[in-house]
């Protein structure tokens, strides 16, 4: 039954995908446009998180009224990037130059001819599926780390799609030895490590104001191997895409392994504030990012 099921939500996905893909670029942004103005209205369990996320964060700088306009942007924002990965598919080699600018390949290079390899530090913020065009634009394999869905002809469907682009997907499973061979061979790996990480895993810092349990991964390859750490960041202009690789962090290493952990994993997620702080409704606010406290769970149940 569980497969059968599994094959029809393929199908309608696939359905969708290729709507998306008939209609004019124009005409597929206005239907991901209402999609996302409805489901504002119609998710009342992402609307409240996001509105608490806001009010938490930037209540000191936004008033209700405000953070309510960023919150219908945000849904309005992931509906128009998952109307963007369905037409993915139609960014060829041929014409990706006119749909995708890269800018920063100076810091990329640089970090190349180090031979230590780079980590990506990659965020949900923008459309971050764009992502995968990397690296044709640079003209190497992106290695990420990845776990299968639990759908598993949505999982082939997806990775399809990311490997014709030249991402190669790492299993979880394992992932720390793959990474630390790769890193050592100079290659590139991109990490998304800006959401909830489980506390068994975690480590604590302040994001945007709060303490926050988040992945050490990218401090912690790159104080083992070397690695270059480079934030991407994404923006959308027309009908283009902006890629844009930023210098490379200065990595702290003072011979205390936890302390630099912490400290670096610090000074990636301050970068990222100062890009969520640029245009707030482009990060991916639907989802419970800081620790819950009892207080902070009394405030997410009290609405």
């Not at 209609?23 to 009342?44: I, R, S, W």
């Not at 992932?175 to 068994?200: C, H, P, S, T, Y």
């Not at 290493?253 to 990636?268: A, P, S």
């Not at 504030?273 to 409704?281: F, G």
Request: with cysteine; aromatic share 10%; charged share 25%.
């Amino acid at each position: 039954m569980k497969k059968v099921k599994d094959y029809l939500v393929y199908l309608i996905a696939r359905a969708v995908a290729a709507s998306f893909q008939v209609l004019p670029e124009k005409a597929a942004m206005g239907v991901g446009t209402a999609l996302g103005n409805l489901a504002y209205f119609l998710d009342f369990k992402h609307r409240k998180i996001a509105l608490n996320n806001l009010e938490l964060a930037l209540g000191e700088t936004y008033p209700e009224r405000e953070r309510r306009a960023i919150a219908r942007k945000n849904f309005v924002n992931l509906a128009r990037n998952f109307v963007v990965f369905c037409r993915i598919p139609k960014i060829r080699r041929n014409t990706l130059a006119r749909t995708v600018k890269f800018h920063g390949k100076k810091p990329v290079m640089d970090a190349l001819a180090r031979g230590k390899g780079i980590i990506f530090f990659l965020a949900h913020l923008g459309n971050w599926e764009v992502m995968v065009t990397l690296p044709l634009l640079l003209k190497r394999t992106l290695y990420a780390v990845g776990k299968p869905l639990r759908n598993p002809y949505l999982d082939r469907w997806i990775t399809g799609i990311r490997e014709y682009f030249g991402v190669e997907i790492v299993s979880s499973r394992g992932a720390a030895k793959a990474l630390l061979r790769l890193l050592r061979e100079n290659e590139m790996v991109g990490i998304l490590a800006d959401q909830r990480a489980r506390m068994r895993e975690a480590v604590m810092i302040d994001f945007l104001g709060h303490p926050a349990p988040t992945l050490p991964t990218p401090a912690f390859f790159a104080l083992k191997t070397g690695a270059a750490v480079i934030p991407v960041s994404h923006r959308r202009e027309g009908n283009v895409h902006h890629l844009t690789a930023h210098p490379a962090f200065e990595i702290t290493e003072t011979g205390d392994m936890k302390h630099d952990i912490v400290e670096n994993t610090q000074r990636f997620h301050r970068f990222l504030e100062e890009e969520i702080r640029k245009d707030p409704a482009q990060w991916f606010w639907v989802h419970r990012r800081w620790q819950r406290r009892e207080g902070h769970k009394r405030h997410h149940r009290g609405r």
